[in-house]
């Protein structure tokens, strides 16, 4: 099944605890993302990544980091987490294909951080 | 930059026909994604439009006039568990992978 999986479902933290969220597809997905979702703010833009050793900033990246070292797999780190990183996360892949018939962002399940 | 508008809540009748808009100003732009999400789960796409007009997906069809910056989703036949936040989001030209969602509508379907 084409999917994309995303680890942990939920994780509650410490403030200054480093942690990993680990997000894999299984369709190779040139294009890989990360967002976050808050109430009242929708779905921001985290970091992206257009290939292997490709990365780049999006709308709110401070506070975190990205690696995309193997095509399947971007994970996102919080090297010193903080309250107002509690939200809702989410990675995403896309094919490069930009055509009319282009289906846009396949989504994982979603990580619930809170950090206390 | 980019900044997408689009109503907050919306409540429609079971077996309606509901139109949710969303309206974007952008310095670039290369399309637009319609995406459904049910509470806590993930957003699911529903359609992509690059050149003016209406597209249609079963009880879904999906407007886009470029000149206006404007779209729309058109459901048709409303069923219950088309209760949902509808996800509006712009692709821009050039930056492929920076596409901005707008803040959602959440739909009620009322029987």
């Known amino acids: 099944e084409a999917q994309v999986t995303q680890n942990p479902r939920y994780l509650i933290t410490v403030t200054g605890k480093k942690l990993t969220v680990t997000c894999s597809q299984n369709?190779?997905?040139?294009?890989m993302s990360w967002y976050r979702q808050d109430p009242g703010l929708g779905l921001r833009q985290i970091y992206y990544s257009m290939n292997v050793e490709v990365t780049d900033k999006g709308d709110v990246p401070e506070g975190y980091k990205v690696s995309r070292k193997e095509k399947r797999n971007f994970p996102l780190i919080l090297e010193s987490p903080s309250p107002n990183q509690t939200s809702l996360y989410f990675c995403a892949s896309s094919a490069s294909y930009t055509g009319l018939d282009y289906y846009g962002y396949t989504f994982g399940s979603g990580t619930r951080l809170t950090v206390v | 930059g980019q900044n997408i508008d689009q109503p907050t809540e919306m409540t429609a009748t079971e077996g309606a026909i509901v139109q949710i808009n969303c309206t974007y100003q952008?310095?670039?732009?290369?399309?637009l994604f319609w995406y459904q999400q049910h509470a806590g789960e993930a957003p699911t796409f529903l359609s992509y439009?690059?050149?003016?007009g209406l597209e249609e997906k079963g009880r879904f069809s999906s407007f886009l006039s470029r000149s206006k910056g404007y779209s729309y989703l058109l459901l048709k036949e409303l069923q219950m568990k088309d209760s949902a936040s509808y996800l509006c989001a712009v692709r821009p030209s050039g930056g492929y992978q920076k596409v901005t969602f707008g803040i959602g509508t959440k739909l009620q379907v009322i029987p």
């Open positions: 369709m190779n997905h040139e294009y």
């Open positions: 439009n690059v050149l003016d």
């Open positions: 952008t310095s670039g732009f290369n399309g």
